[in-house]
């Protein structure tokens, strides 16, 4: 059975990108926890990862 909601990896060095990204996309939730990506509350399709040269592993 497929996992409806595959998890990707980021290398650690890219981090800091993905939160800036995720920021952007999100500013409510970020306003209110600067570690609002650890909550696994945030969905970015891998195709936004591509469009920012974001790395990614599945």
């Not at 595959?6 to 409510?28: D, I, S, W």
């Amino acid at each position: 059975m497929r996992d409806p909601y595959p998890r990707y990896a980021v290398p650690p060095e890219h981090g800091k990108r993905l939160e800036r990204l995720a920021q952007g996309f999100f500013p409510g939730s970020s306003q209110g926890c600067d570690a609002f990506l650890r909550h696994k509350m945030t969905l970015i399709s891998p195709s936004i990862l591509k469009k920012y040269s974001i790395p990614f592993d599945r």
